[in-house]
């Protein structure tokens, strides 16, 4: 019995010095809501991150759960905080609902173009949302911003008068409030529930990203596209966010390889997204959608409903809600 038990404790000995070399390999679990595999630009973005990661050869793997495999949509921004999930590509206003000040990201009008959103990953008016994010344990790896449109089964809408009497989908509190102020009726989901809210006839019409409306085929449930153009009046901030106490958990050499691969993702990101609203575009009239094109006219009426409704809402309703427009307003 004693043999044995001095020979237990060598194997347990032996296993432990041949593991020693393994003692600092990380792997961090990153979650998404989108299609593994097939080309969405987010998806692409964590993908890159984990050939970069990999390739630095810091013993740091990323694994990438796609398609809301691991956590749902809106339950990613939890699991991050209580520490069960450490990277995702999210939606940043589907955590309004613990963080208010979060549905800036995602309001009527207020970003112009692909450029316009960059400049304002530096403006002050991100350092207060980022804040806000960190206060609450997650940092941002890779800033992303979306542009995206209208889709309908019932007409084109260009108006706000076009959206009257339609079940709606809406990314957010915002656009609700938008949306219902001109008439529509709202019905929440997450993007990737769209399609079926549109087969099924819970939905008549919705909004979301140019990548989400290609991603999940929403060409095959609609008669009519409104593409951002040149009066994008829906744009969404999706970044690539971590939780700050998995990054600190990292050694040096782990912790700037996931830099520089978020930053070369954010590089990438801004590139590619200024040619998915051209692939939307392309997609819908593949699969015989009508696009129809806001222009100025129409787009300043949005933006009055917008003001009336969302904007009041937000600068009297949320705390520093009037201070984080006026930052993002000041940034030309």
């Known amino acids: 019995m004693l043999n044995a038990v001095r020979w237990t404790s060598v194997v347990l000995a032996l296993g432990t010095l041949a593991h020693a070399g393994d003692a600092s390999a990380v792997t961090l679990r990153a979650s998404h809501q989108w299609p593994g595999g097939q080309g969405d630009v987010r998806d692409e973005m964590v993908q890159m991150m984990a050939r970069q990661v990999e390739e630095a050869g810091v013993d740091l793997t990323i694994r990438i759960y796609p398609g809301a495999s691991l956590f749902k949509p809106v339950q990613q921004w939890d699991a991050l905080v209580r520490g069960q999930l450490d990277i995702s590509a999210f939606p940043l206003d589907y955590a309004s609902g613990s963080h208010p000040q979060f549905s800036a990201t995602l309001m009527p009008g207020l970003v112009k173009n692909h450029d316009h959103a960059r400049r304002l990953n530096d403006s002050a008016f991100m350092e207060d949302i980022k804040q806000i994010m960190l206060e ?147 997609a819908f009239n593949a699969a015989n959608v009508e696009v129809a094109t806001m222009g100025q006219a129409e787009y300043d009426a949005w933006l009055e409903v917008a003001k009336a409704s969302a904007y009041a809402n937000f600068s009297k309703e949320v705390p520093g809600g009037a201070e984080l427009l006026e930052k993002a307003l000041a940034v030309e």
Not at 173 to 196: D, K, N, R, V
């Open 136 to 282: 609450d344990g997650v940092m941002v790896l890779a800033d992303a911003w979306l542009a995206g449109g209208f889709v309908s089964k019932e007409k084109c809408i260009l108006a706000p008068d076009d959206i009257q009497g339609q079940v709606t989908r809406a990314a957010g509190p915002a656009f609700e409030q938008m949306l219902a102020a001109a008439g529509a009726s709202i019905s929440a989901m997450p993007s990737s529930e769209i399609y079926t809210g549109l087969q099924t006839g819970v939905l008549d019409a919705a909004n979301t990203s140019s990548a989400s409306f290609v991603s999940f085929r929403i060409y095959e449930q609609v008669t009519c596209l409104t593409p951002p153009g040149d009066h994008a009046i829906w744009f969404m901030y999706e970044p690539v966010v971590m939780a700050k106490e998995s990054f600190d958990e990292l050694d040096e050499a782990q912790q700037q390889a996931l830099l520089s691969a978020g930053q070369a993702a954010e590089d990438y990101f801004f590139e590619a997204a200024k040619g998915i609203d051209d692939e939307l575009i392309e």
